[in-house]
Structures are given as C-alpha cells and as structure tokens.
C-alpha cells in the first residue's frame, strides 16, 4: 500500500492496458499523492472520473526526438510519395537551421513539447543544441532525459560543440539534481550526444564516455553512412565537403569500419548507449546488442522511428531480430522535419500497419515499458502498477460491442485522438 499523502482518485475506462500483465475490461485505477495504489475491477467501486469507451495505457515513452528542429520549409513530401533521398533531406534540415534564429530554438521545443503532452507522451529522449530545449522541458509537466549534442569531424569544431555542449551540463547539473524526487524518479536528466560516426570525430565518443552520462547517438542510419565509415567516399563525403565539414586527410580517423565500433570499440562497450535509428546494422553483428553481451546493469538499446524511416525507403528493420535475440527495441519520432507528428501512437499505429502479424502487446511494450527501461526510468513508470507513478495516456476507443481477440487492436486499429494525459497523479492534458 502507497505511504503517500492525500486521498485516493479512481479512474475508470472500458479498457486497462497495464502493459505488465493482460489488458483488462471494466477496470478501474486507484493512485494517491502522484502513485498508483491498485488496479482491479470497477464493479461495486465509486469512481471519480469515468472515461466511459476509453482505454487507460501508461503514458508513452518517445526514445528519439529533437525538439528544436520545424517541419522543412516548402515541405512537398507526405506520406504515400516516393522514398525521399536522405542525403538531399540532410542538405535541406542543414541549409534550414543556418537560416535560423539561435534564439528561436526554445520557442520551437516548447511548442514540441506540448505537442507531445498532448499526444499521451510522458518521457522523452530529447537531443538539444547546447541546451535550448532544456528550459522548454523543465516547465512543460513531462520527463526528460535531455543530451546535448555534440558534433564535428574537424577539430575546430568538435572541440567548439564540446566545450557549448559541457558548458550547459555545468550550468544546469546542479539545478536538476536539486529536483530530483527522493524516491529515485526523475523530472529531468542530462546525457551527452556525439551526433553520428558520418558527423563526429571518435575522441568526442570516448570523451563522452567518460563523463558516466546516460548516451545516445545515431548509427547505421543510412546505406551511405556505411559506405563512409568503409571507404571514406561516397554522397556523404561528398555532402560533408560541400558545406565545408570534411577534415583534412590526418584528421579523418573513423573508430572503426562498423557503425557498432562506435558504441563497442574498447571502452565505448560498457556505456550505456540508447541507439537511434540503427536501420542498416549488419545481422552478423546484432549479437552485439543481446543481454549476454553487455556487462551487468549495463543498458543498450535501439530507438526505432518507422515513420521516419519509411519516408527515406530504408529497407526492413532488424527490430524483429534485435527482439528475438533480447535486445530492447524501443519507438522514437525523430523530429517534425522529418515525420507529421511527434507522436508514439501514431508511430505505434504504423507499425501495425506495416506489421499485421505483430502482437500488439509487443507494440504497446516497445512504446512504454521498453523506452523507459532504456532510459532507466522502468521502476517507476512504463507500465501500470502499484507504486509505481500514476503517468498515464488515455485514449478513444472505437463503437465496438463484441469482445475483439486482441484489445490491444481498438488501440492499434484506429484513428481515434487522445483524450487525457497524467503526469505523476496530476490531469496535464484534457480534450474537453
């Protein structure tokens, strides 16, 4: 039973979906100061707040974001064209935030921020440019694990980015321990992110390896990113040459021809690494990632952003394999520059559209409780039970009298919008 102060709320909807156990119908949620207290059967209980044909999930974890980065000007692309070239998309993303107000970065991960407290997300994986996120997220009612990037194949500017990039951790740090609950959850986080192998030089992952952040990169996001580690040529080199990014002949020294040298090479293995992307590892290597390689406590996993993905027609995913083998495949949305939205159930819709054989528990599983397991933060959120917090997506169901064979389906099979979002026992979204 919760030690917590104050009286008990009760919530009930058609559906609980506890991610830990069996979605159940006709059940009802009981939390107190901020903690779950019980879920059972609403039969007989006085409610406090009836969703009626609604489903109550745990708030959704997005693995992979960036905050700061808008939808592309004269967008042209929607989803159903033809795959767009990721190079010439890096070109655009690039060209765009040189245009850009600096200044404008934290209005923009607000409005981001928002976005995803309306879409049922209670924990994000944010990737920020020396911090202008932070402050979005410190006062929009979400956790955060925020990393501060890093970036530059040049000395010059890997050694700017790493400096702008260690001068906010100093700045914020103390701030952020100061409001960490006792309990040994967490509001917010700091992290470190060397960009990707194609981008940043390898003394910058190996620095950041020793600062015992939490760490997350890109890696195998694209066919042409292994063609540059391999040979050093390619449209990536000849991209990086033409904004002036290229280092001189002494200066290239890639960690190794494999994307996972970057997070496994000598000391980089024992880090924790949360992986973004990963659509082209090599399926000799993903053993790489399974439990019996990592060193105890240690946490690796992969972030996987289907729609962003498909936009680019990179081949099929090894998340099936990573799963089979014990890894931990997680879902992110990247950014609003490169899918319609920053939500998890739509990316969690996707994939069951494009995975009809999928169980929709594993797809729930790998929006919650694995993202937040890869963010250490599975002990107190991620899954629906008691003492853990009461951070919750709830969720419109469909007209539907018959019992289906998966529930999981009135979610996944669907358009229908969210309705409330909790953080921590407190209502932080309402539709109505």
């Not at 979906?17 to 006709?26: A, K, Q, S, Y």
């Not at 060209?95 to 404008?104: A, F, G, V």
């Amino acid at each position: 039973m919760s030690s917590k102060p104050g009286p008990v709320l009760t919530l009930a909807a058609r559906w609980l979906f506890p991610v830990e156990g069996d979605p159940l119908e006709g059940a009802c949620i009981d939390f107190r100061g901020g903690e779950i207290v019980a879920i059972g059967p609403r039969e007989g209980r006085l409610i406090d707040l009836d969703y009626g044909n609604a489903g109550i999930m745990p708030g959704m974890v997005n693995a992979h974001c960036h905050l700061e980065l808008e939808p592309l000007e004269n967008e042209a692309w929607t989803p159903g064209d033809d795959p767009e070239n990721e190079v010439s998309w890096l070109k655009r993303v690039v060209k765009q935030r040189w245009l850009t107000d600096p200044e404008s970065y934290a209005d923009t991960a607000a409005k981001h921020a928002s976005e995803l407290v309306r879409s049922g997300t209670t924990l994000v994986a944010d990737i920020t440019t020396a911090g202008a996120s932070g402050p979005a997220l410190v006062e929009t009612p979400i956790r955060s694990v925020i990393y501060a990037e890093m970036i530059g194949l040049k000395r010059l500017r890997a050694l700017t980015t790493n400096e702008a990039a260690w001068a906010w951790v100093n700045a914020v740090e103390p701030a952020l321990t100061r409001d960490r609950p006792t309990d040994g959850s967490f509001r917010q986080r700091i992290g470190l992110s060397p960009h990707a192998p194609y981008s940043t030089a390898g003394w910058v992952y190996h620095q950041a390896v020793g600062s015992g952040m939490p760490l997350t990169t890109h890696l195998a996001e694209m066919p042409e990113e292994l063609e540059l580690l391999r040979y050093g040529t390619g449209p990536l080199r000849d991209f990086l040459d033409e904004i002036g990014a290229w280092p001189s002949e002494d200066e290239w020294d890639p960690i190794g021809p494999r994307p996972l040298d970057y997070v496994r090479h000598r000391d980089l293995r024992g880090a924790d690494w949360l992986i973004a992307h990963a659509n082209y590892l090599e399926e000799k290597d993903l053993w790489q990632l399974s439990p019996a390689a990592l060193k105890p406590d240690q946490r690796m996993a992969v972030a996987y952003c289907p729609r962003t993905a498909h936009r680019f027609g990179h081949r099929n995913h090894p998340f099936r394999s990573l799963l089979e083998r014990g890894a931990i495949v997680c879902l992110g949305t990247d950014s609003r520059a490169s899918a319609p939205s920053l939500s998890i159930l739509d990316e969690m819709r996707f994939l069951r559209d494009h995975n009809p054989d999928l169980s929709g528990s594993l797809i729930v599983a790998m929006g919650t409780l694995f993202g937040a397991w890869a963010l250490r933060a599975d002990k107190f959120c991620g899954s629906l039970k008691p003492e853990k917090k009461a951070d919750l997506a709830v969720v419109a169901l469909p007209d539907q009298e018959a019992v289906p064979t998966d529930p999981y389906s009135l979610i996944l099979n669907s358009n229908l919008p969210m309705v409330a979002t909790w953080l921590e026992g407190e209502l932080v979204f309402s539709m109505s």
